[in-house]
């Protein structure tokens, strides 16, 4: 029987140090938990008082002027490669416009050699060839001279990029061609031109007198 209540009492010994165990760290836990709250709530008026911090303020006022100079920089920056795509334009045009000049500049000078060279082929033709013989010396030496200066500006036309236009049996082509008349004439087609009463001229292309023209129905 003595031996059975020492047995009982080293049992309940245990028991009681067990439950002691288990107080002893349910306390500790619970302290553990206010400490760190305290600190938590010790923390917070801390984060407070960094943003009234000089520090704090000078980093804002810094990243506020890093943000504006990073949109000047933008601004300047769109506005050079405006201006360069302009300067870039300009110099295009300048350029085109160089060498047109130097292509027709001279294209009212031609203009007024084209009633030189009309004058000239209606002389060449107004001369009767039947009286160009031995027996009209003058009058065979005036047409050579004619003939000869006709082809003699119409070289000097041809190395400036000057060249006659002379659409007789071709389409008719309003950019080249100038319509006086139309008239029916069997076998051909319409809008064929039919008469050259004026021929034109044109400067690289550039029409600077259209051929007048009768064009068939």
């Known amino acids: 029987m003595a031996l059975i209540s020492f ?3 080293l049992k309940y010994g245990q028991i009681l140090n067990e439950s002691v165990l288990i107080n002893s760290r349910c306390i500790t836990l619970s302290n553990i938990r ?10 917070e008026p801390q984060t407070v008082t960094d943003k009234n911090d000089p520090k704090s303020e000078e980093l804002e006022k810094l990243n506020k002027q890093i943000f504006e100079l990073k949109e000047q920089n933008a601004e300047l920056l769109d506005k050079y490669k405006r201006a ?8 295009s ?10 292509i027709f500049g001279i294209q009212s000078f031609c203009k007024d050699l084209l009633d030189v060279a009309d004058v000239l082929s209606r002389a060449t033709e107004s001369v009767p060839k039947e009286q160009l ?4 010396p003058h009058l065979k030496s005036l047409y050579e001279g004619l003939v ?7 070289t000097v036309f041809k190395r400036h990029g000057l060249e006659k236009v002379n659409p007789i049996d071709e389409k008719f082509d309003p ?20 008469t050259v ?11 600077i007198r259209p051929a007048l023209v009768g064009v068939s129905k």
């Open 93 to 102: 045009r300048l350029t085109k416009q160089i060498s047109e000049a130097k």
């Open 148 to 154: 000869m200066t006709e082809a003699q500006l119409n």
């Open 84 to 91: 360069l795509a302009d300067s870039e334009n300009l110099r």
């Open 175 to 194: 950019n080249y061609h100038e319509a006086l008349f139309q008239q029916e004439i069997a076998g051909k087609e319409p809008n064929t031109v039919v």
């Open 34 to 43: 206010r400490n760190t709250t305290a600190e938590e709530k010790k923390d």
């Open 197 to 207: 009463s004026k021929i034109g001229y044109k400067l690289h292309d550039r029409v």
């Open 133 to 136: 013989n031995d027996n009209n």
């Open 7 to 9: 047995r009982g009492l």
